[in-house]
């Protein structure tokens, strides 16, 4: 799961747990005033009817006619009025209209007075259709008891809290999708940083440490993290450049040494007085420093190669010419080893570059071809232009690259285990060096092998307009 993802959980979460709270809290506040008001006005209505009967006792006409009244009138929560004689067991008064038929046949008796009791009537099979009652005693004129009876409709009430309901579940969900988009967006913004600095840290290479994040200036979380990248590219910037000079200066100074001995060795050979075993050992030592010279000016080479990010000077460069001037240099060592070397080319191959780095880079991609192909096999280079790209593709039939040297086969002084020893010659600087030409051309180089079914180097190079 990312980390974009693992924050919107946390943020919805967090919204959606103390959203559902707060809209529970405001509910429960409502329902609660809701129903404590119908009850206060429940107990009013029950107050106002022991005073009508005690304003009317003795003259039950006109009793009866007031009570009516308020019973039927159109009223906002219906009400019901009974007036029930214990002692006859009988109803002296009963207004019921919307509920009669569900009433008691002898009401729950309450208290005396101001303490009623409260009941619960069901009038129909909806949870909504309900009628409170509240019940009472009181002493009528000839000081019998009596019963009063007032009931009111809840199915006001519960509309009001349903509704209420389904509001705050309408704004739950709402602010639910707003804060998951929120949470999406504001986890974006937060990574977008993070991402842009992940980007920029994978274009990074050995040639371009020199670049640098770029700063919006706030000294945040994102701010430091910038900075210490930064910091860590200038240092790392710093130790390469130091084994690169390294590399420079060592290189360099071996070559007048190396010089030195290449020529005492040349003279001694060639004096008489040397005998002809020392003459022999002489020479095999000249071969080993003239390997010595090929990696010294291989390693010059490359940090000429590294320290430069561009091309200084280019010019127009025929690579059908290039391939045809190495056709001329090579025919005669794959002759040697009974190798069939073929180069074919098409028409439009010119590229903007430097006609000897590339050459440099064919030939040794040629050279490693004719070497690791045993004698009856062929070495072949195929030119072709398409979609503005040079292709040129260096085949042969040899011994192949394991699989687990073609991502290291670039690499500097790599070898494979058997196939590319010491003993069939080179430094392991060639296919180095082809690389970094082909990438200081705006090109690319890769390669595809099989162990036994030989070698294919790809080079693309920008075709020039």
């Given at each position: ?12 979460g967090v919204f959606f747990i103390s959203s559902t709270f707060l809209v529970a809290s405001v509910f429960a506040l409502f ?359 040079c292709r040129t593709v260096v085949s042969d039939t040899g011994i192949g690259i394991k699989q687990d040297d073609l991502e ?44 036994g079914k030989g070698a294919i180097f790809t080079v693309d190079l920008p075709r020039m307009a």
């Amino acid at each position: 799961m990312t980390v974009r993802r693992k924050l919107l959980l946390w943020y919805s979460g967090v919204f959606f747990i103390s959203s559902t709270f707060l809209v529970a809290s405001v509910f429960a506040l409502f329902a609660h005033k809701l129903q404590s008001d119908f009850y206060s006005h429940l107990r009013d209505e029950y107050r106002e009817h022991m005073r009508v009967i005690q304003t009317y006792q003795g003259n039950p006409v006109a009793f009866r006619q007031a009570i009516s009244v308020e019973v039927l009138a159109r009223r906002i929560f219906p009400i019901s009025i009974r007036l029930y004689d214990p002692t006859q067991n009988k109803d002296v008064l009963l207004l019921a209209p919307y509920w009669e038929s569900f009433m008691p046949a002898v009401p729950d008796v309450g208290g005396v007075g101001d303490e009623p009791r409260i009941s619960r009537l069901q009038i129909g099979e909806d949870r909504e259709d309900v009628v409170y009652l509240l019940t009472g005693c009181f002493a009528g004129a000839d000081g019998e008891l009596m019963i009063l009876q007032v009931g009111m409709a809840y199915k006001r009430v519960y509309k009001r809290i349903l509704q209420m309901a389904q509001y705050m579940i309408y704004v739950l969900l709402t602010g639910l999708v707003m804060s998951v988009a929120g949470g999406w967006l504001l986890a974006g913004r937060s990574l977008d940083a993070m991402d842009e600095i992940a980007t920029a840290l994978e274009k990074v290479q050995a040639e371009s440490l020199s670049k640098r994040l770029e700063s919006s200036g706030e000294q945040d979380e994102i701010g430091r993290i910038i900075a210490s990248v930064n910091n860590m590219l200038a240092r790392l910037e710093q130790a390469f450049r130091q084994l690169k000079d390294f590399s420079a200066d060592a290189a360099h100074e071996l070559r007048t040494p190396l010089a030195a001995i290449k020529c005492r060795l040349e003279v001694a050979i060639e004096s008489d007085q040397t005998s002809e075993g020392s003459r022999q050992v002489m020479s095999d030592l000249l071969q080993q420093v003239e390997s010595l010279n090929g990696i010294v000016n291989n390693l010059l080479l490359l940090a000429r190669l590294d320290a430069s990010e561009r091309l200084e000077k280019t010019e127009s460069v025929d690579l059908r010419g290039i391939l045809a001037d190495l056709s001329e240099v090579f025919e005669v060592l794959a002759q040697q080893k009974g190798i069939e070397l073929k180069i074919l080319t098409g028409e439009g191959n010119i590229v903007s570059g430097n006609p000897t780095l590339l050459h440099r880079c064919f030939a040794d991609l040629i050279e490693n071809g004719i070497r690791y192909t045993p004698s009856g096999g062929s070495v072949s280079v195929v030119l072709t232009t398409e979609d503005g790209i040079c292709r040129t593709v260096v085949s042969d039939t040899g011994i192949g690259i394991k699989q687990d040297d073609l991502e290291k086969i670039f690499d500097r002084f790599y070898r494979g285990e058997e196939s590319r020893s010491r003993v069939t010659g080179g430094t392991g600087l060639g296919l180095s060096i082809c690389r970094r030409i082909v990438e200081l051309h705006g090109g690319s180089v890769s390669v595809k092998s099989e162990p036994g079914k030989g070698a294919i180097f790809t080079v693309d190079l920008p075709r020039m307009a």
